[in-house]
């Protein structure tokens, strides 16, 4: 069960800055780490045009003292926790959240400014229980090639949540299946996912919403690209151990699109094959270290 009496190592704001008393949605971000560009999803999700949401922060370690000033002056909750998983994280927001809907966005993302209003909408429209927004390359494109499920195509549709990056749930139902394993940090969407799905036995209960839009790049260079290629391997390895039925559970979803290659070079689509090579020899090494 989430409730903020299960939780250890984090502090309550003494200020808390939320302005809406009965939001429709809360966006929770997990910040770690994170720099001026913080403030840049911050400015974007002032610029909504839905107005009945609030934002609540978590700083999951190693931010400067001055931006942690200037998140706490934003019209939102700050919780500061001690190194705690980025799931286990998100579990904290939400159980502060005052919003039926819960928004989970990353820190370094920017929002469309229709976000807000088109997962809620999703809710209102389609009965649903989570929904998985679209991603677009923000400044580094080239490693977005790479993620079939940053874009699964112009249409509403049933899917499976893999882009934690722009995804939202019923509050109820998080807290009915728990929350996100605090164990995983690369394909927690996906085993949340799966628990929603087999506790609801409700097929059409996820779907993505391409009007959903954020932009955000997978990795911010090659070492970047290299560390969550590894780090994702040993995360779906670990999955398929707890859920040795999640990939026939994904299936039943269709395969992603391939994601569209624009290169404009061949020294582009040279450099992707050999990245996309080394990225496949380091999943090769995750399942052996």
Known sequence: MINEKDFKDYILSDNDGRIIAMPTATVVVVAYNTGEAVFELTNSLNEQSHFSFEIVIINNGKIEPKVVERIKAEPLLYIESSWNSVSLARNIGTAYARGDIIIFLDDDCIAHKDLVRSHVLSYQEFSVLGVQGKSLPKRFPFYCHFQSHY???????????????????K??????VGGFDPELFGGEGLELSYRIAKK??????????????????????????LEKCYRHTKMRDKLIQQHPDIISFTKEFGPYPRPINTF?????????????LLGRSVEKLARYF
């Not at 874009?151 to 749930?169: R, Y």
């Open 151 to 169: 874009d699964l195509g112009n249409t509403i549709k049933p899917a499976v949540i893999g882009l934690e990056a722009n995804a939202s749930f």
């Open 171 to 176: 509050k109820s139902a998080l807290i009915e």
């Open 200 to 225: 609801y036995k409700r097929p059409n209960a996820l779907i993505y919403n391409p009007e959903a839009v954020i932009y955000h790049d997978f990795a911010q260079g090659l070492f970047d690209y």
């Open 264 to 276: 404009s070079s061949s020294f582009e689509k040279v450099a992707f094959k050999l990245v996309q």
